[in-house]
């Protein structure tokens, strides 16, 4: 009897021996929300290599390698950025600083462009024509080329329907051939068994502008095969965001997919109104089973490029025809005419801003033209002794052979407000993933890079209270996982991979402004991601465990 009892006892200290040692990272006296939205409770959080093993009360951390106290601190999972332009940024510096500071462990890239795939000439366009350093052709290989770079972020995309359509047939204004739509959707096809998320496209640029509803639809019927997602910078924003909106719904119902509008926003003095009929089409397709979302960034001005202006017809044949067209006497003086004339036929950022005291030039790439950085263009106008702020648009776009990055001043803070409280809305910045030292001190940008997400935690929930602090950590995290049909990310729960932020919800704060955007956000505390800690105390690591996230089309194709 006593043998029985001692082997009992040996074998009850030996398991607790090795429930104290399976652990790589303990996480104690932390207040855990899941990501599901539901309260939160004290819970313990074990991980061992890359998944989280336990939640909940875990009495022996003696044998963890590493116990961090969240000190009744929020323990959450790391957020999604639905739209990130951060591919770029994140080969040059892979640390996400911007990103990674406000608890982004997700970025997602692809509205419209995507890294690939590439075609020759598109490869040519990119490194040059020595082959040898072309870096990678599809889509997978280009995150794949990330993750093996080093990120400190997981990174994911939509398989960009501009860059189909350039690889097939370039910058021209045509419909594609029966041939060539064949070979965008047999690209489509593939680039979902790699791993995208879905479609993504932004039907307000050239050439995106000159794909029709029918040819969208074809794409994402490929897309819904797989289980994926038709998401959109939609046609309009402004004048015909209602009409824009249907046409969203009607891709998804009619190729069977869901449906995200990026970066709702009625754009426009004239159009803010236009929200309520916005919020009840979307409304009414979802009540009618048919699923439908949206993303925002939390601030009342956008951001994107100068060409915004210019009627999408001077941009046919790319760059250099543009520049061709607006050199040319009688061609420009009609462009000028028809961005100063109101119209519905497409989008014109100059009318929506209300003209060019509502448009700040922040992205001018020659060194003359440096001054210019941060003046409205009103102001450049008056500088250079232009009477015609429209013409000395013309002009800078000729001088710089630009686009010329722009903040446009276009939204009411009253609709973003409403728009957070929509139960259907998640979160994308629209911006990169930037580190505040070296050459990107000198480039004026949107401040929605640094703080998108901190201000909704700190502004929106804990100052105006909007929505509760559970409810917002779910559309960060649950919501979009849910919706991009993840497996084993956006929640915490045993078995699913260890991406996890500790923020304090009492200080978290964005302190990045229009006039001084290269702020971090603080009151994040630390981040792991993949079960590695890459934010330290708020102090960056150094770690790059981040990897390329794939899509549901992936599981299906390994199945």
Known sequence: MLKHILFFLSTALLFIACTADQYDVVITNGIVYDGSGDFPEDADIGIRGDKIVKIGTIHNTSGAKKVINAGGKAVTPGFINMLSWGAGSLLNDGRSMSGIKQGVTLELFG????????????QRQRWGENQDDYLWKTLGEGLLYLENNGVSTNVGSFVGATTLRIHQIGYNDREPTAE????????????????????????????????????LIELAGVVGEYDGMYISHMRSEGNRLVESVEELIEIGREAD?????????????????????VIERVEQARNSGQPVTANMYTYDAAATSLAAIFPPWTQDGGHSAWIERLKDPDTREQIIEEIKTPTDEWENFYQM???????????????????????????????????????????LTIEDNNRIGAIYYLMSEENVQRQIQLPWMSFGSDGGTFAAEGDVLNRQMHPRAWGNFARLLGKYVREEKLISLEDAIYRLTGFPATNLKLNDRGFLKEGYHADIVIFDP????????????????????HVFV??????????HTGEFPGRFVRGPGYNISQN
């Open 111 to 122: 509205e419209g462009s995507s890294v690939g795939p590439l075609s020759e000439a598109m």
């Open 180 to 215: 060539e739509m064949e070979s965008m959707k047999q690209l489509t096809d593939e680039a979902m068994n790699e791993g995208a998320m879905g479609l993504g496209t932004s039907l307000i640029y050239a050439p995106a502008f000159y794909a029709d509803t029918d040819e």
């Open 257 to 277: 997919v869901h449906a995200e509008i990026h970066h709702l926003k009625a754009a426009g003095r004239q159009n803010w109104d236009k929200l309520d009929e």
């Open 353 to 395: 801003a209300g003209g060019g005291d509502g448009i700040i030039l922040v992205g001018l790439r020659s060194d003359g033209l440096q001054k210019y950085v941060g003046m409205t263009l009103s102001e450049v106008a008056a500088e250079r002794g232009d009477e015609d702020e429209v013409r000395t648009a013309v002009d």
């Open 506 to 525: 009492e200080t978290i704060e964005d302190h990045a402004t229009f006039e001084n955007p290269h702020q971090y956000a603080t009151g994040v505390e």
């Open 530 to 539: 993949n079960g590695i800690q890459v934010l330290n105390n708020a102090e």
